[in-house]
């Protein structure tokens, strides 16, 4: 075994994203890609002499590869000791976990989230930092800077470590240590929920479905859902991960995940149903006939989470994502709650959540999260609205039902127009951030436009800012449009298109979605001009 040192040309990739650094996986398996972010990492946080990593990803095709490597370059670079999932396993939030439980120095990810696995599809690898949370935009910012100076990078001449055996090892100096992926977040999952009442709610006959969808959630989902909490085999589907994730799209959504839908929109489906994506983090929930959209879910927790133990005390605030619904912003003014508006990605909700400022944080891409770990965990949230419905003893349905009669409806829905033309996406954008100044006031279809802005957050723990995080458009209906460019697409551009309108308690609460929102869809179309600049008659995906 010797230590060598490679050059590398400097790293050309663009800037990690909200997510990390996501490509094409033939990109990855370039010779030095992989190494020279991984080096670029090592050498922004100060070195990795001394430190300990936890490694695991969602199993995806190139995961077992790209983590030898990782591990021959963190013993390379004088670490002390890697804890890594067996088999290479790790859902995003129980590597958080893992981080903060050992007191990690951080930890890589590799995963490229919800998009699909295969040597022709995507991968992707995100470091998080000691709090178990995605690297900050300054840290960010910094990898990319060390990688565009780098000349070489540190690995070892080794053979592959065994990572189907728990237990400990050495690797040049670095102890290794493989782990159950599960343990450690099954049992952070019985601190938090009262795994009784769930399991007598599943005794006494509640059915439900979990689709893992091929990807990571499978082991954890069959080891807590059916062999802990008694739900009988086989209630979770598609429950072994795969490099490709059965050819699927690992996506917890109506389009991706329609079988599941199907299953609990017919008659004798399951009186609950969930998905999670591929590393696990996001989650779709659905009851029998019906589907609950990540801003209501958002919102019902809020509402709800003082039914759990481990959030009996109440919550000290909610965040959300600037583009999902304003739903939980009415549950945090009736319980007198600071609610927090954030830019997308959930990076923003570390420093609300270290700060002890909120407890619960949420997306409406299916990102729900709280301050068990420091990011969006999708079992997580099945285990809250399980616990919930296991104290409330009535219906998905009926919970909603109640909701919107006590908090009112924000009718919502997300289109994107995929691999679109980066040069017309980005013009289109620029175009109506040009003529933002001058919409106040004027009317588009059938609505007027209150106000017109770009989304600026500026942290209100450490103060950093973060400019032109989307156009948001508010009519003087209370209804609201928002338009931004997503930063993990990796084919051209994705736009995504927000609608949202609200609707108090006493008015139309069992609209059709797209129904209820035809008026907001044409305004934000007759206002971005997307469908011209674009040439794109209509969304791709509808969510
Ligand atoms: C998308 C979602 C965002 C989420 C991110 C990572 O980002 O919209 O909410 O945090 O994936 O899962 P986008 O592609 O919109 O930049
Ligand atoms: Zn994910």
Redesign the pocket.
């Known amino acids: 075994m010797s230590l060598v040192s490679r050059s590398c040309t400097p790293f050309l990739g663009q800037k990690p994203?909200?997510?990390g650094l996501r490509k094409k996986t033939r990109v990855f398996m370039e010779p030095g890609y992989l190494e020279s972010f991984v080096q670029s990492i090592f050498n922004a946080i100060g070195s990795a002499k001394g430190k300990a990593f936890v490694i695991g990803g969602d199993g995806r095709y190139f995961n077992a590869e790209a983590i030898q490597e990782i591990l021959r370059m963190a013993a390379a670079n004088g670490a002390d000791r890697a804890i890594i999932g067996q088999n290479g396993l790790l859902s995003t939030p129980a590597a958080s976990n893992l981080i903060r439980k050992r007191g990690a120095d951080g930890g890589f990810i590799l995963s490229a989230?919800?998009n699909p696995g295969g040597i022709d599809a995507d991968f992707g690898l995100k470091f998080n930092g000691a709090n178990g949370g995605p690297a900050s935009e300054s840290l960010t910012e910094k990898f990319y800077t060390h990688s565009q100076n780098l000349s070489e990078y540190t690995t070892l001449d080794a053979d592959d470590i065994d990572l189907s055996r728990v237990g400990v090892s050495e690797l040049e100096g670095m102890v290794v240590e493989v782990v159950d992926p599960v343990a450690d977040y099954a049992a952070l999952m019985r601190e938090i929920f009262d795994f009784n009442r769930i399991r007598a709610l599943l005794a006494d006959g509640f059915t439900l479905s979990f689709d893992a969808m091929h990807a990571v959630t499978g082991p954890y989902a069959t080891a807590i859902l059916e062999d802990e909490l008694g739900a009988p085999k086989g209630s979770v589907l598609n429950a072994v991960p795969s490099v490709d994730f059965g050819k699927g799209h690992p996506d917890p959504n109506p389009i991706w995940a329609k079988p599941l839908v199907d299953l609990v929109m017919s008659p004798d489906g399951p009186d609950f149903a969930a998905a999670s994506?591929g590393d696990g983090?996001?989650n779709m929930i659905l009851g029998k006939g019906i589907y609950v959209t990540p801003s209501d879910s958002l919102a019902v927790l809020a509402a709800n989470a003082h039914l759990v133990p481990g959030y009996g005390k109440g919550l000290a605030g909610v965040a959300r994502?600037m583009?999902?619904s304003a739903a939980v912003d009415r549950v945090a003014e009736r319980l007198g709650l600071d609610c927090y508006e954030t830019p997308?990605?959930?990076k923003f909700f570390g420093n609300l959540l270290d700060a002890g400022r909120i407890t619960l944080c949420g997306?409406?891409?299916?990102?729900t999260g709280s301050d068990h770990v420091r990011e969006?965990d999708g079992l997580w949230a099945v285990l809250l609205w399980l616990n919930i419905l296991a104290e409330r003893r009535i219906s998905v349905r009926e919970i909603m039902q109640d909701h919107w009669q006590t908090y009112g409806r924000n009718y919502y829905s997300?289109h994107d127009y995929e691999a679109v033309d980066s040069t017309k996406a980005e013009q289109m954008i620029t175009d109506l951030a040009n003529r933002l100044p001058q919409l106040p006031g004027s009317e588009a279809g059938n609505l007027v436009i209150a106000t017109a802005d770009q989304f600026f957050y500026e942290d209100p723990v450490d103060g950093s800012e973060s400019k032109n995080q989307g156009i948001r458009i508010v009519f003087e209906s209370g209804s609201r449009g928002v338009i931004?460019?997503?930063?993990?697409?990796t084919d051209n551009a994705?736009i995504?298109l927000y609608l949202e309108q609200f609707t108090p308690s006493e008015g139309a609460l069992h609209m059709e979605t797209q129904t209820a929102l035809v008026g907001v869809a044409e305004a934000m179309s007759l206002i971005t001009r997307l469908h011209d600049i674009c040439d794109r008659p209509a969304p791709d995906v509808v969510t």
Request: charged content about 30%; aromatic content about 4%; overall charge positive.
């Open positions: 994203g909200t997510s989230s919800h994506d983090d996001r994502s583009p999902t997308t990605g959930w997306e409406e891409s299916a990102g969006k997300r931004r460019l997503s930063g993990t697409g994705t995504r």
